[in-house]
């Protein structure tokens, strides 16, 4: 049996699951308590599973993390929220010094079993520090795994994973999508891994690779080049950006022979310039063109006066295709 759920109700779906499923099991952030988070991803999880695992935070991301460790080095499983991606880092220290090393500083002897929930992305007229998308910055630390779904089905299946994986997870959840749009959602406890791409879109001349809210802004794209200029283009969800599913990308760019990477965070040092970089090694002799990045401006997340023209358009996108197409 399925439902049509938006993103953050099988967010919630499969933190409900799993607190029933695993005693050991416990969630902390910021208002998800009493208030059910900003996002009321959490609303109702209080009541039904009691204070001691359903924990109300201080204002205080270093203190909540570091004692997110100590948790999962004492047995427990817990789920941290950070209320928005960018409030996360006075505790940046905890999660890359501690976290992401303890496994590899232990030599195999303890992991920390934990995961990193927080909404990210622009689009929402949020104000400073509320909109950033700064996910190179946990792909870049060995120890962490960074997940983004791009739909609701993913959304819960990828969320139970993070929370049976023995490693610390990042796991972000595009705010632009939380409501914008329904999708069947199985019932019960199901996994989607951790580690693989899945092929949105088929195609057979250029291939639109992305993640998270620009996953459905790419299909759009894709869509209207089919309509216009008869290019079908095919639209790869990377949903894990680390580790990255090498062969997903690589297989899709071997059919096409071109590519577009597609991503709201600032260009430079941008995980897209992974992407390139991974192609460029390992499919150049496929290339029939220069791959292309489409991404955030190199500046702080604007207002929302302009924000609209700081994240990725349709219409970058499709300019992005042609010129592609056209080298």
């Known amino acids: 049996m399925s439902r049509a ?50 924990i109300d935070t201080p204002l205080a991301e270093s203190g909540i993390i570091g004692t997110a460790i100590g948790l999962a080095l004492g047995g ?10 960018a409030f996360i880092f006075p505790g940046l220290e905890q999660l890359f010094s501690h976290a992401a090393r303890m496994r590899h500083r232990t030599r195999g002897q303890f992991g920390v079993p934990m995961v990193i929930r927080a909404p990210y992305g622009a689009g929402i007229r ?41 490693d610390p997870v990042v796991f972000l959840e595009p705010t632009r999508i939380y409501r914008a749009f329904r999708e069947a959602v199985p019932e019960g406890l199901y996994r989607v891994p951790i580690g693989k791409a899945k092929v949105v879109r088929e195609g057979e001349d250029l291939s639109v690779i992305t993640w998270g809210a620009m996953v459905r802004t ?24 680390h580790p990255v599913d090498r062969d997903a990308i690589l297989a899709s760019v071997q059919k096409t022979g071109r590519a577009l990477v597609v ?54 996108i499709c300019r992005g295709i042609e010129e592609t197409m056209q080298f």
């Open 76 to 85: 427990l499983i817990p789920v941290v929220e950070i209320q928005f991606l």
């Open 5 to 54: 759920l938006h993103l953050v109700q099988a967010v919630r779906e499969a933190l409900d699951l799993k607190l029933a499923d695993d005693e050991r099991v416990v969630l902390l952030g910021e208002d998800i308590g009493v208030n059910g988070s900003v996002f009321r991803a959490t609303d109702g999880l209080i009541a039904k599973y009691g204070e001691h695992r359903v």
């Open 218 to 241: 790419a299909l759009r794209a894709a869509q209207r080049m089919e309509q216009e200029r008869g290019w079908r283009c095919e639209v790869v969800d990377l949903r894990t950006l």
């Open 126 to 166: 949020g104000p400073e520090l509320h909109s950033e998308s700064v996910e190179a910055l946990f792909a870049h630390t060995p120890g962490l795994k960074v997940v983004v779904p791009g739909d609701p089905h993913d959304a819960k299946g990828l969320l139970i994973s993070a929370i049976e994986d023995p």
């Open 263 to 316: 991503h709201e965070a600032h260009r430079t040092a941008g995980l897209g310039a992974e992407i390139v970089s991974l192609i460029n090694e390992e499919a150049l002799l496929y290339l029939q063109a220069p791959i292309r990045r489409i991404a955030g401006y190199d500046v702080p997340v604007p207002m929302f006066a302009v924000e609209d023209d700081y994240l990725p358009t349709e219409e970058r």
